[in-house]
């Protein structure tokens, strides 16, 4: 009876906090799938053919405005790596879509506060900075070379087909593209792509927040973080925070839910925002960067990640410390707030209706033989491209 209620308990705390964040997530992925859908891709890689500041600052916001998923940020990357982005700016597109994203913004608002959502935002810069310092300073041109060698061998990693995938409808105005029925079309199948690619992630990431808030006592986490001595826990806490991602197995969006459970548990603020950007340092994600880009390339891409998010995390905690305003209290309420008629129950209710209408065109434009494409890269079996472009050509 006691496991019984305690699966109950953990499974409750799960289900209230994906009820808070939901509208939030449809409206991320809306907004995301609207940006995919206008933004051609083989732009973007011309676009990217340096690491000069300005090509730094394009795949910034490049990556900002693309999908979330973080194994289709890593196959994307590749993608545009092969097309002739500098593999400083692949990587930067990839840290900027996993870490500067609308539906993570959105997440980190509601479940945690705005502070999170600044230093999420100032912390992600300012990691991309000391990555692209890093980079410039220790990125030998062969080990480049000898990436670049192994990526065009092409081996498979997962969501490969997400990374080849271009359905933008780019001629016309703005507008005119947007509400077209090619557009309303681009948009939903970038919509459930994305949905679809990380919804285990999400799904993993709530069940494992819920869990650990009901079983884990906080005199736990209070003695792993170190929380009786400040000074200490402002250094161990960015340092432990990308280790505890690494072995968490969750990406993208799915480590929000964790990261609220950790702060309640008394990690550091800039342990927190460590935690949130190491979400590419996880296990699968190490192994798909071997296969693509050999062993001594994701051993250093392993090395010089950890370093930016952990300084990263450290040094945002200390600005925000000296300018007061960290966020004192240590208690997330989302996790004990049980459903009830509010705002969040009419945007949830709003945004599910959104959903199925994208679902409903899904469906009737092919989306489900594109769902199966997105695993398989184009020429291995199906080419993407052309049955992406008769998608859009029937329903005009």
């Known amino acids: ?11 409750s705390a799960s289900f209230n906090m994906l009820w808070e964040v939901l509208w939030a997530l449809a409206l991320g992925f809306i ?4 940006v995919q859908s206008l933004v051609s891709r083989q732009a973007v890689a011309g676009a990217l053919g340096s690491d ?19 194994y289709a940020a890593v196959a994307i990357a590749r993608a545009l790596f092969r097309k002739g982005a500098s593999l400083a700016a692949a990587m930067v597109f990839e840290f900027a879509s996993t ?11 509601i479940l945690l506060g705005w502070q999170f959502l600044a230093a999420e935002f100032a912390g992600g810069l300012l990691m ?18 000898a990436a670049r ?33 090619r557009g309303l079309t681009a948009i939903s199948h970038y919509f459930w792509m994305d949905v679809t690619a990380v919804w285990t992630d999400i799904g993993l990431g709530l069940l494992i927040a819920g869990a650990l808030a009901a079983w884990v006592p906080d005199s736990f986490w209070q003695g792993f973080f170190l929380s009786r001595y400040p000074v200490i826990a402002t250094v161990w806490g960015p340092l432990i925070g990308p280790v505890i991602s690494m072995l968490s197995f969750v990406c993208s969006i799915g480590n929000v839910p964790l990261a609220a459970v950790l702060w309640n548990g008394g990690i550091s603020f800039g342990g927190v925002i460590s935690f949130i950007f190491a979400d590419l340092l996880i296990i699968p994600i190490l192994n798909i960067y071997r296969k693509y880009y050999g062993t001594r390339m994701s ?25 007061g305003i960290l966020p ?50 184009a020429g291995h079996g199906a080419d993407i491209t052309s049955s992406g472009d008769s998608h859009q050509h029937h329903h005009h």
């Open 1 to 11: 009876m006691v496991l019984i209620q305690a699966i109950l308990h953990a499974l």
């Open 31 to 34: 907004l995301s799938a609207i």
């Open 52 to 70: 000069s500041p300005r090509s730094l600052a394009i795949a910034t916001a490049l990556g900002a405005a693309s999908s979330s998923c973080s």
């Open 99 to 109: 870490n500067l994203v609308f539906e993570l913004g959105l997440i980190l608002l």
């Open 128 to 145: 991309i900075v000391i990555l692209a310092v890093v980079f410039r300073l220790t990125l030998r041109r062969t080990m480049v070379e």
């Open 149 to 181: 060698r192994q990526a065009d061998r092409g081996l498979l990693g997962k969501m490969e087909g997400h990374g080849d995938m271009d359905m933008s409808v780019t001629e016309g105005p703005f507008f005119r593209r947007l509400f077209s029925s």
């Open 299 to 323: 051993l250093y891409l392993l090395v010089v990640s950890y370093v930016a998010m952990a300084v990263a995390g450290f040094l945002i905690g200390l600005a925000f410390q000296a300018t």
């Open 328 to 377: 004192a209290h240590r208690h997330v309420i989302a996790f004990e707030s049980s459903p009830s008629l509010n705002y969040t129950a009419v945007l949830n209710v709003i945004f599910l209706g959104a959903m199925a209408l994208l679902a409903w065109r899904f469906l009737r434009t092919g989306g489900l033989d594109m769902l199966r494409m997105m695993e398989v890269p």
